[in-house]
């Protein structure tokens, strides 16, 4: 069975070419894509996960403003009970040119799983993802 | 129908509802700004000075820049003008403001004072109100303009005129299609004719300003006929407002034949149509922009994109350049990298002060192209329009006849699909429901399977892909690797 997955621009940012690209790319690699486009709010990441029993939510970020829109997702993910959601986030994050490793202790810290720089390598993400998901369904 | 000029008491009428959608709206008067405006040195009126380089030949520099704090944005756009020797300064706007999100600004000013750092990617001139935007007018030298992403940008408008600023970029296209998701096009229409209206007033009050269409739109393999489609569009419905001067804008492609001959087809395309619409009494100006597309993360590699952009700029005889800077592609520039984005291509633009690119038959080959395909696109928008261009984009847009590629407005058709040929002009695979003649899109297809027999592959989606990572990874055409 395909898994399902969750694929957004999150707060008021439109940049949506990577957006086009993901959707292109996961769609390719065997996922069921449901991709909300630019624009999404927290609220409609999660209703859509829910909707679709998808196992994982990708935020896209490239405008800056994603320390504060990304805040506290995980926690309403927790919230409507989706306790093992996995949150992968990439793009420009924060404001100005800052160390990956930095960006990424910060959404870590946020609870999110995996953290990717703007230039994320596609087919690596795809195979962290596939780690990850079969690391869910073993339970540990 | 043809929408004509707002009648004044509508536009008044509709004003008072503007001002009143934010607290630092309701204290702003037509009058009193325009007693402010009247005082503010020439020499500081953008309009001018866009009109000024003009007639000299030459091209000015222009950053971005804006940060959430008025004392610093001040001091980011005095170290602009000083260490970076910008001709002309911006103050663009956060993406918060971009929506009318004025609470979210809120919030990120008051966790940017808190950080003691910018947490907004842009100025947030509506919260900040008409005295803020006083402030930041009065404690700089240069011409300043407001650069934004707003599809509803009335009360932004009303603010920043009133605050001293004398342009204002965007349009009820350019403005929607890439920039928001779920506004109908018709509404973006207008309220872009309120602010057109807003510069024809203070147009008949004497005060100069500026309005700037934004041309580069998706800023992601847009073929020269769509952004020069739009462009001309959103000109004839400025100048039906009462806006006297416009600097129609082209985002660089990346292949020097075709940028020149596009902004020579922006030019002559213009002219031609704002006479068909017996429209005079304008000053027309180009504004080219560096590559908006993604840029490579090593510094000296950004700077060759910068400089070789402000290269075409140049030859393409463009008014104004707007410059990126070396730390595009991880997001907001610190105000040091943006200064060395100007000064590099004030470098290469001064070695090219007395050259001149002879644009010759293979120029003109590419300049006649574009405008034919134009050509095709705008007679089916009269025709949709039953003679009204405004009327007619909307019914265009709508059904793809004018399609912009990758962008996220719902209104948009977006099956409009670019790649580049064999020596990386900008070509269409998939015209979607774009009418173009039968001989032009033999043309197009010819030079793409060119491309795919020196690749060895056949024209696919791969190639779109490979094209829109091709700069940040080194070249032009993405090539398998």
């Known amino acids: 069975m395909k898994e399902n997955i969750v694929l957004g621009v999150i707060g008021y940012d439109c940049h949506s070419v990577g957006n086009k690209i993901l959707e292109h790319v996961f769609t390719e690699k065997g996922y069921h894509v449901h991709n909300l486009g630019v624009m999404v709010s927290q609220e409609e990441f999660i209703d859509a996960a829910i909707e679709t029993g998808s196992s994982a939510i990708m935020v896209s970020s490239l405008y800056g403003h994603g320390e504060i829109d990304c805040a506290g997702l995980r926690e309403k993910c927790v919230e409507k009970g989706l306790d093992d959601i996995l949150l992968y986030v990439g793009g420009n994050l924060v404001v100005g040119k800052t160390p990956l490793a930095q960006v990424e202790e910060k959404f870590i810290n946020m609870g999110y799983d995996r953290v990717f720089g703007p230039d994320a390598d596609l087919d690596k993400v795809h195979e962290q993802l596939q780690q990850d998901l079969a690391a869910r369904k073993s339970g540990s | 129908m043809n929408p ?293 993360e090593d510094e000296a590699k950004a700077f060759a994109v910068i400089t070789w952009g402000a290269t075409v700029g140049r030859f393409a005889r463009a008014d104004k350049i707007i410059v990126k800077t070396p730390h595009e592609a991880m997001g907001i520039p610190t105000k040091e990298a943006n200064a060395a984005g100007l000064l590099a291509s004030r470098q290469a633009i001064n070695m090219l002060t007395d050259q001149i690119l002879p644009v010759g038959p293979t120029f003109r080959k590419e300049i006649d192209l574009i405008k034919a395909e134009v050509s095709c696109i705008m007679d089916s928008i009269y025709e949709l329009g039953l003679g009204d261009v405004e009327e007619g984009v909307v019914a265009a847009v709508a059904s793809g006849i004018l399609d912009v590629p990758f962008a996220p407005a719902s209104c948009n058709h977006g099956k409009l699909l670019p790649m580049r040929d064999d020596q990386g002009f900008i070509r269409v695979y998939n015209w979607g429901k774009v009418p173009m003649s039968e001989e032009i899109k033999a043309f197009h297809l010819e030079r793409l399977r060119q491309r795919a027999q020196s690749e060895g592959r056949s024209v696919s989606f791969q190639m779109v892909t490979d094209d829109i990572y091709a700069i940040s990874k080194g070249k032009l055409v993405g090539r398998p690797r």
């Open chain 2, 4 to 296: 004509g000029k707002m009648e004044l008491n509508a536009f008044l009428k509709e004003r008072e509802a503007v001002l009143k959608t934010w607290p630092t709206g309701e204290g702003v008067s037509l009058q009193e700004a325009v007693d402010y405006q009247s005082q503010i040195p020439k020499e500081k009126n953008f309009a001018l000075a866009m009109e000024r380089a003009h007639e000299e030949g030459r091209t000015l520099l222009q950053p971005r820049a804006g940060v959430a704090l008025v004392d610093e944005h001040i001091k980011l756009l005095t170290w602009l003008e000083n260490e970076g020797a910008a001709d002309l300064l911006p103050t663009t706007i956060d993406a918060y403001t971009r929506q009318n999100r004025y609470e979210e600004a809120q919030n990120g000013i008051n966790r940017s004072i808190h950080a003691h750092t910018s947490l907004l990617n842009g100025f947030p001139a509506v919260n900040h109100g008409l005295h803020a935007c006083r402030q930041v007018v009065e404690a700089v030298k240069s011409p300043i303009q407001v650069r934004h992403g707003t599809p509803d940008a009335r009360l932004l408008a009303e603010i920043t005129l009133a605050g001293g600023f004398t342009s204002y970029e965007g349009g009820g296209i350019s403005y929607n299609i890439p920039y928001a998701k779920k506004v109908p096009l018709e509404t973006s229409m207008a309220h872009w004719r309120y602010v057109d209206r807003l510069v024809g007033w203070y147009e008949e009050q004497g005060i100069h300003i500026n309005r700037e269409p934004f041309g580069p739109l998706t800023g992601t393999l847009v073929p020269p006929f769509v952004a020069l489609t739009v462009a001309v569009i959103e000109g004839i419905a400025a100048l039906r407002q009462g806006v006297k001067s416009i600097t129609l804008g082209y985002g660089q492609g990346g292949n020097l034949v075709q940028d020149v001959a596009a902004m020579y087809a922006l030019r002559e395309l213009a002219a031609e149509y704002f006479q068909r619409e017996n429209l005079g009494d304008y000053s027309l100006t180009t504004v080219f922009h560096q590559w908006m597309g993604g840029f490579p």
